[in-house]
């Protein structure tokens, strides 16, 4: 096996600061967007969002407010039809993860046809590749967590077998990623801390993922894949988003409607945060959330955040001197201890300090897992071979279940 010898980095451009939503009509105009198509959720439609935007471009904008929580498959092929009626020449998503992604694969199906099954791989679809560029969108995230106004992928559940799938293509990374901190203000202390805890976990996995180097070189350059494995670029990205997550997500929690520093800091983490993971890749933790969505009400945050110190120690031996600077980066101090494996243990324990700070869900018997239920989990997750292939430790079933099982009770 060759090594591959090159890596490669993809992002839209990026406009972040208070106030940038008001320069949203400038924004229209540098991508010749005319005709605009906004998906939101009914949450913002009520408290005024549609209005504002007529303020601030100066004229009516058709919208479509049906954004699920965790967006199925029907809602998704909803969202597509009004957009593609709308006859409109491009796309504003305006909210948390759901509703990117949701404006993601509307976007996809708007211009091409077909329905979600289309391109979800099998054994639940067709597995087609998207087949070209979609509209222009541009993505304005209101929740500090998935990263999603950056990367090139989406995610929706399939009701009939209660499963997350994703959709995965360079076509589908938005055209513009407007962060505006203010409009994450009113986001409630416990979705501040899911997703606080959700762009934390890209940020460590990004961080640790397996090194560009050690992925086999594709033999067409086409076909290396979208995630490449940690690299410098992805690495610098994910210590900045590291050491944020520190310093701001309790204060985010907190004092979340006053603390605009906070919410800026958090803002920025997870905007970096999903730099790096969009373009490394994630691991184990976000591999062994998928079954839990589907069996348990837990939040993506919640189950991947959950499983993150656990899955830190896991991966530990690959790469000792990370496990211990993501603990340095998150608590701002050094390891206390010489040994190299205590030193991976103490950086759980900082994640696990955190989140008890911030009153993040203790663990998976609260969530209402059994250790009857972690064998099945475990199988499933070895489904998950795109995720698996970056994370830094091979994975098998007992290293899974070791996880599972580390995670019942965090604090
Ligand atoms: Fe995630």
């Not at 603990?327 to 101090?333: D, F, K, V, Y």
Request: net charge neutral; proline share 7%; glycine share 10%.
């Amino acid at each position: 096996m060759v090594g591959d010898t090159i890596w490669e980095f993809r992002s839209p451009r990026s406009k972040f600061g208070p106030g940038s939503f008001n320069e949203l009509g400038a924004e229209m105009k540098r991508m010749r967007c005319e005709k605009p198509f906004v998906i939101t959720t009914r949450g913002w439609v009520r408290r005024g969002i549609i209005d504002r935007l007529k303020e601030i471009l100066g004229t009516e904008v058709p919208y479509w407010d049906g954004v699920e929580p965790e967006p199925s498959a029907e809602s998704v092929e909803e969202a597509a039809k009004a957009f593609k009626e709308s006859n409109a020449d491009c796309l504003i998503a305006i909210g948390g993860g759901s509703a990117l992604d949701t404006a993601k694969i509307a976007n996809l199906l708007a211009t091409y046809g077909g329905s979600v099954r289309d391109y979800i791989a099998p054994p639940y679809g067709q597995g087609k590749p998207v087949p070209g560029p979609v509209k222009p969108m541009i993505a304005v995230p209101t929740t500090a967590g998935t990263g999603s106004e950056v990367t090139s992928v989406a995610v929706v559940t399939l009701k009939a077998e209660n499963v997350k799938v994703g959709i995965s293509s360079d076509y589908l990374r938005p055209s513009l990623a407007l962060l505006d901190p203010e409009l994450t203000l009113t986001v409630p202390p416990k979705v501040t801390a899911d997703t606080g805890m959700d762009a934390l976990t890209h940020a460590v996995e990004a961080y640790i993922a397996k090194p560009y180097w050690a992925r086999e070189k594709p033999e067409d350059p086409l076909k290396r894949p979208v995630y490449v494995g940690s690299y410098s670029v992805t690495e610098s990205l994910a210590e900045k988003a590291i050491e944020l997550v520190g310093k701001y997500l309790r204060r985010a929690v907190y004092w979340g409607k006053t603390d605009l520093e906070a919410r800026s800091g958090m803002l920025l983490a997870s905007y970096l945060a999903g730099l790096a993971f969009g373009n490394s890749g994630v691991g184990l933790a976000h591999a062994a959330s998928y079954p839990l969505g589907g069996r348990f009400k837990v939040t993506h945050g919640e189950a991947v955040g959950i499983l993150l110190p656990a899955v830190l120690e896991y991966n530990a031996p690959a790469n000792y001197e990370k496990a211990k600077k993501v603990g340095e980066l998150l608590s701002g101090t050094e390891c206390p201890e010489k040994d190299p494996q205590k030193c991976a243990e103490w950086a759980a324990n900082v994640i696990r300090a955190l989140q008890k700070d911030i009153k993040f869900t203790p663990g998976l018997e609260v969530v209402g897992v059994t250790e009857e239920d972690i064998i099945e989990m475990a199988e499933e997750t070895m489904k998950q071979k795109r995720l698996l292939a970056t994370n830094p430790r091979p994975v098998d079933v007992d290293g899974v279940i070791w996880v599972y099982k580390r995670s019942m009770r965090n604090y």
